[in-house]
C-alpha cells in the first residue's frame, strides 16, 4: 500500500542534541509538509517543499531545518532542541496544483527533550 | 490569530444518533474546506471536503455543510457508531495556495460516541 512512513515513532533527545525526524513515502507525491502538533493544539505548518522548492513559515523558528535530497525523503532536523519543542511531529504530502489540497499524514514521531 | 476555530473540545453521543461538529472561520479567501479523523497512535485521516462553490457534501454517514456568510461549517454524522470516537480536525486551504495546497487547522473536537 501507498503511504507515508515516519521514523522513529518516539524520539527523546536531549535539552540542546541535535535531532532528525524522517518522513518517507511511497506516493509519489509532489509536496511534502512538516507539522507541529502541541497538546490539544491545532498542527501547525512548519515548512514544505514543491518538489525541490523550499517554504518555510513566517514563525517557524530558525532552529527548525529541513532537508529533501529526493522525491520520497524528507528530514526534519532541530539543531538544537528545547523543552519547548516537545511535540508530536507529522509528515504529510499531497500532490500539488489544483488537486492538492488532500494532504495524505504519516503516523507521527512524538519528540520528547529531556 | 487563529483562522479557523474548534470552540467544542468535546462532544459525547448515543450510538445511532447524529453527531454534528462545527467548524468557524475568519479568513474569506478561504476556498477549500477538509475535515480529518484521528485515532490515538495514528496521523490524521483524510475524511470528506467541500469547496467554497458548494453548500453541502455528502458521503455515506458523512455530509459536510457549508455557509459562507457566516464563515462557518460543520460536519454531520449520521448515525453515529462507537467506531466514529475520534479527535476530528477542520482544515482549509486559502485562494493562491493551489500550488501547495497549504491548510491551516483547527484545534480539534474529540468525539465520544456511546454504545
Known amino acids: 500500500d501507498a503511504m507515508v512512513i515516519q521514523n522513529p515513532r518516539y524520539q527523546v533527545t536531549q535539552f540542546g542534541k541535535p535531532v532528525t525526524l524522517s518522513c518517507s513515502q511511497t506516493?509519489?507525491?509532489?509536496?511534502m509538509y512538516w507539522y507541529q502538533q502541541k497538546s490539544s493544539q491545532a498542527p501547525k505548518l512548519l515548512f514544505h517543499?514543491?518538489?525541490?522548492?523550499?517554504?518555510n513559515e513566517a514563525d517557524t523558528p530558525d532552529n527548525f531545518q529541513s532537508r529533501r535530497p529526493n522525491t520520497s525523503f524528507c528530514f526534519l532536523d532541530i539543531r538544537s532542541p528545547g523543552l519547548g519543542d516537545a511535540a508530536m511531529y507529522l509528515c504529510?504530502?499531497?500532490?500539488?496544483?489544483?488537486?492538492?489540497?488532500?494532504?495524505?499524514f504519516g503516523p507521527g514521531t512524538r519528540l520528547t527533550v529531556t | 490569530d487563529q483562522q479557523v476555530k474548534q470552540n467544542s473540545p468535546s462532544l459525547s453521543v448515543q450510538e445511532g444518533r447524529i453527531s454534528i461538529l462545527n467548524c468557524d472561520y475568519t479568513n474569506s479567501m478561504f476556498d477549500y474546506f477538509l475535515w480529518y479523523k484521528k485515532y490515538p497512535a495514528e496521523g490524521p485521516t483524510f475524511l470528506i471536503s467541500i469547496s467554497s462553490i458548494k453548500d453541502k457534501n455528502e458521503d455515506g454517514r458523512f455530509t459536510v455543510f457549508l455557509n459562507k456568510s457566516a464563515k462557518h461549517l460543520s460536519l454531520h454524522i449520521v448515525p453515529s457508531q462507537p467506531g466514529d470516537s475520534a479527535v476530528y480536525f477542520c482544515?482549509?486551504?486559502?485562494?493562491?495556495?493551489?500550488?501547495?495546497?497549504?491548510?491551516?487547522f483547527g484545534q480539534g473536537t474529540t468525539l465520544q460516541v456511546k454504545p
Open positions: 482544515a482549509a486551504s486559502e485562494k493562491g495556495s493551489s500550488n501547495t495546497g497549504k491548510l491551516i
Open positions: 504529510a504530502t499531497s500532490r500539488g496544483g489544483l488537486a492538492g489540497y488532500e494532504q495524505y
Open positions: 506516493l509519489n507525491h509532489n509536496v
Open positions: 517543499y514543491y518538489d525541490k522548492d523550499f517554504n
